[in-house]
Nanobody, 123 residues
């Protein structure tokens, strides 16, 4: 069992920043990749970013490239998503996920999911 807990969401104005955290526990050794996805109200879940535990290789959705940064702290079993220059269209529930398919933007590639944390960006 792998458990993921997101935190750090909140309400910010457009142009502001937030840092999301995802704390992993349980059988974390069984996963090699972490990802961030988001789901706006009435919309499908979409890929945001992914990172490998070993090496820290990253991939980003075009919509967030240059604004968001994914990183990890292996010692703390924690993944972060630094979000800068936030836009109203970034408003969504952000989910952390864990899996074993490198660089995948497909939510089906991830086996474990957190409960999500709400990010709201006002104009």
């Amino acid at each position: 069992q792998v458990q993921l807990v997101e935190s750090g969401g909140g309400l910010v104005q457009a142009g502001g920043s937030l840092r999301l955290s995802c704390a992993a526990s349980g059988r974390t050794f069984s996963t090699s990749v972490m990802g961030w996805f988001r789901q706006g109200a009435g919309k499908e879940r979409e890929f945001v970013a992914t990172i490998t535990w070993s090496g820290g290789a990253t991939r980003y959705a075009d919509s967030v490239k240059g604004r968001f940064t994914i990183s990890r702290d292996n010692a703390k079993n924690t993944v972060y998503l630094q979000m800068n220059s936030l836009k109203p269209e970034d408003t969504a529930v952000y989910y952390c996920a864990a899996g074993n398919i490198y660089y995948s933007s497909n939510s089906r590639s991830y086996d474990h999911w957190g409960q999500g944390t709400q990010v709201t960006v006002s104009s």
